[in-house]
């Protein structure tokens, strides 16, 4: 319970540091979509939330739709998570933390084929953290990104896109 209590009230603190005022517009642009490959490949999507009222953090809320692979598996991804980056020019470190459902399409059909009547899907439905840390170049004006670190479910992964 006293560990529910601090996290609790780090995530008010946190909540209380960033300026979400619409009226004020952000130091970045508000959108950005690129696609990532790894050891997953998918396409994001991101849009501004906020930023700490230092400006040494910009917080975005992302969504992504992908593949993912390893060793005799793999399927579909789905995404989700707050991305924070670091600073005001144009490079950063790059932090993500959230959510990512992958489907293991691979081990279904092996299933099914082994099976006298078909599984059901939602047994090889997983829900994973997803986390990265790296490097991205975004200038504040929008334009080119580029994404590159390690992390799950990409594990080394390379990102191209935009920000506009």
Known sequence: ???FRLNLILIFIT???LSYSQENSPNFKKNAIYATLGLAANVSYERWVGETKNEKFTFYWRNGLGI????AVGGSQ????IT???GQKNS???FNGGLTLLYDKQSYDI???NANSKPPRSEYLQILPAITIGYRYQKPTGGFLFRAGIGFPEYIYLGLGSSF
């Open 1 to 3: 319970m006293q560990t």
């Open 15 to 17: 909540i209380s540091q």
């Open 68 to 71: 993912w692979s390893g060793w």
């Open 78 to 81: 789905f995404v989700t998570s």
């Open 84 to 86: 924070a980056l670091t």
């Open 92 to 94: 950063h470190l790059e």
């Open 111 to 113: 299933g099914v084929s």
